[in-house]
């Protein structure tokens, strides 16, 4: 009986440190497994960085301009290059983007930083995309900038029910942190930056 409290008492704690950051709670800076916040917080992201385990880092692109293929607003460019500073301490292996001129401008700052080309990828087969990365390249580390109806679409695939909706017109600064380890569930992180 003491063992059974000892151990709910130690994975309360454990869940409680792994807490993620509010809206107010702006991610700085990720190194290694630990996400380090505006408000001094620390999270680990289990996994993160160990064998066997493919990491996404998923965003919708940041704040546009109207129009058919619209560029990014200044902001928009602002929130890009904070998203590169955040990243510059985790070794991504690939920058996907959708071919439009918003998303493949989010994910330009990351990828000039990490020296890599920007791969365009299908909204139409993103299973597809999720299937061979971790196939072909596990223990990876990617970024992939969608659209307020396509991140959603691949998170439900990371997890296989449909719980994530659209995202919000007017939300910009979600940041999705998906921890695939070998033979697991995957492990979804909703952050802010």
């Known amino acids: 009986m003491v063992k059974s409290i000892s151990l709910f008492f130690i994975c309360t704690l454990f869940v ?30 289990d996994g993160l960085g160990k064998y066997g385990t493919t990491t996404f880092f998923l965003v919708r692109h940041a704040e546009k301009l109207e129009g058919d293929d619209p560029d990014l607003t200044d902001e928009g460019i ?25 998303t493949r401008a989010t994910a330009i700052p990351s990828a000039e930083m990490l020296n890599l080309e920007i791969v365009n990828y299908s909204s139409e087969n993103q299973g597809g995309l999720i299937e061979s990365t971790l196939r072909y390249s596990p223990g990876d580390n990617y970024l992939i900038v969608g659209h307020s109806n396509t ?20 939300v910009y600064n979600d940041l999705f942190v998906v921890v695939a380890k070998n033979g697991e569930d995957a492990q979804i992180y909703e952050l802010k930056y």
């Not at 380090?36 to 680990?44: A, D, F, P, V, Y």
């Not at 602002?78 to 439009?100: H, M, Q, W, Y």
């Not at 991140?151 to 659209?166: A, Q, T």
């Open 151 to 170: 991140i959603p679409v691949l998170l439900n695939l990371f997890i296989g029910k449909e719980v994530y909706e659209n995202i919000d017109g007017s």
């Open 16 to 45: 409680l440190s792994c807490q993620q950051p509010t809206g107010d709670s702006n991610v700085v800076q990720i190194v290694g497994d630990k996400v380090s916040t505006e408000n001094g917080k620390q999270i680990i992201l």
């Open 78 to 102: 602002e929130r890009s290059k904070r998203l590169a500073e955040i990243l510059k301490g985790v070794p991504i292996n690939t920058v996907f983007s959708t071919d439009t001129k918003r």
